[in-house]
């Protein structure tokens, strides 16, 4: 049995179960109204003129099936938003053109939100296109049955995965690179260090057609930083949005790759560890910002005041705008984002439901907009008059695709696991876990597909 500090499980009440709905359904509309029905494209944030995250538009192929389920959508809508989806990353052009959609079966960061071509001049993202090809094979392991329109789901989205390059993309070190620009060839950052490349790698390492060897997984775990904070020992991430996303599709729940053997958890439980280390960070407040505590807590990448540089009761403070702002370590200017807060529902509920009904109740931040919680908060940054947003603190003025499809996501994992069970029987997820090393619980207990 692997150690750990996970709390019992008890049946949540009805009060908690429509909250939690209620959560569900405000993240979700975020897709129904920032979406190109024509093409499935997906609005990063809601500010003007905005391009198409290709991200957001996996979490929100990923969101569908939920919305099915709990009755946000019907499903014939459904199909027809995941088919226009998976049909204009069939038919957009790859090349090496600049103004193309994609190159060697990856896609740019952002697309325009119309013609979805190249915006910005942005690279071909490695891990967006990790997050695209995570909600394509959902729609296909969820959009089962034998119809003409459910097998052209299934069709399109193994079609679309498997037409990714991965040796392309891996670099001299054996990692995976971040990405890659036609004016100027592939960035230099690589993927090292522990971060929301677990599924990245994953996805790379069980592809049919492009496989990277498991090497690949192994040069990358080997930049891996263990910490101890606050009595806590953890495999470190500062920005808590590195510890959900990857578990929004995959199980990690006791299985374990060669590193977690070594330290006797599993990455579940790192996530659950990361989330309480959050929680004490908050009430150690080291940078004594307000509104800081045991209920009010979650730095993560987000939004922000800044940039600015103000001195506030006497200490002078530095803001910054949408910056990967991290806890224990990491940039703090007092920048808060409770949708982080509640992606991390499955891993410490006890801790949780507490912020997120401070967040609701005291703070009033959920219930002025359809979409639920906006981008991020900073308590501090309204003792600068004149500008605070909201009379009483900074409050984000965007809403993010990014952010409100881990909510629908991880809130449905902690209600009945419906994505995990899902992930568990995409053969190129399990191929992925079983090369990158990963035995024991569930991926024991199946049947193991041929390496």
Known sequence: MIPSTRPSQSSPSIESETQLQILQSRAYAYFHHETNPLNGLVADKTAKNWPASIAATGLALACYPVAVERGFVTRDAAIKRTLATLRFFRDSPQGTEPDASGYRGFYYHFLDMYDGRRAWQCELSTVDSAFLFAGMLTAAAYFSDDTPEQREIRELADFLYQRAEWPWSQAADGTIGHGWRPESGFIAHRWQGYDEGLLLYALALGSPTHPLPPA???????????????????????????????????????????????????????????????????????????????????ITASDGPGPATLKIGGIERQFYDYEGRGAPYGIDDGTLAPWAVLASLPFAPEIVLPAVHHFIHVLKLHDHHPYGFKASINQTYVDNPGRSLDGWAWISPYFFGLNLGPIVLMIENHRSGMLWELMRGCRWIVDGLRRAGFEGGWLDAGNKSQL
């Open 216 to 298: 690949a997984y192994t040069a990358w775990a080997s930049t891996y930083e263990w910490k101890r904070c606050y009595d806590i020992d953890y495999l470190y991430a500062g920005p808590l949005f590195t510890h959900q996303l990857s578990h929004a599709w995959i199980d990690f729940r006791d299985i374990q790759d060669k590193f977690m053997r070594g330290v006797g958890i599993d990455y579940f439980e790192n996530s659950r560890r990361a989330t309480l280390i959050q929680q004490r960070y908050a009430i150690d407040n080291p940078l004594g910002f307000k509104g800081y505590g045991a209920q009010c807590w979650g």
